[in-house]
């Protein structure tokens, strides 16, 4: 997993949505965890504990779920509100601990953004999601 710069986004414009991303009622049902946001980039933690499926490793669903957070705050951590049109998943290797998806966007053209999520289990690569959002024009509630 690549290191990355801690970023505190307290008094900052990100602030806002970095908290309703992190009180949103499904991120704190699975524990997600923003640690690290801004324009067109997240880093967000998760721990494996109580989302396993019968075959004691972490549920898709869980790995899902915390690609997609990270890609709708780094789609939503600007000066654009953005809901996402596309989305694929590759689940590359099985995973029992603690989680972390980093978000990336690769494209823009003003309307359509595109973004790579990759989530790690310490250094080993468990799952790639790319996600394509639009940009709307009115707020996330």
Request: hydrophobic content about 45%; aromatic content about 8%; overall charge negative.
């Amino acid at each position: 997993m690549p290191a990355d710069q801690q970023t505190d986004c307290s008094g900052l414009p990100e602030a806002a949505p970095i908290s309703a991303f992190n009180q949103s009622e499904f991120a704190r049902l699975l524990g997600m965890q923003i640690t690290e946001a801004h324009d067109g980039y997240a880093r967000v933690i998760m721990d494996c504990t109580g989302k396993k499926n019968p075959r004691g490793v972490a549920h898709g669903g869980a790995i899902f779920a915390l690609a997609d957070q990270a890609f709708g705050i780094a789609a939503n951590c600007g000066a654009s509100t953005r809901v996402a049109v596309s989305i694929h998943i590759q689940y590359i290797a099985p995973a029992t601990g603690s989680l972390v998806a980093i978000a990336h966007r690769v494209a823009d053209n003003g309307n359509y953004s595109t973004f790579r999520v990759m989530v790690y289990e310490g250094e080993r690569i468990i799952a790639e999601f790319d996600g394509v959002a639009i940009q709307v024009n009115e707020p996330l509630h």
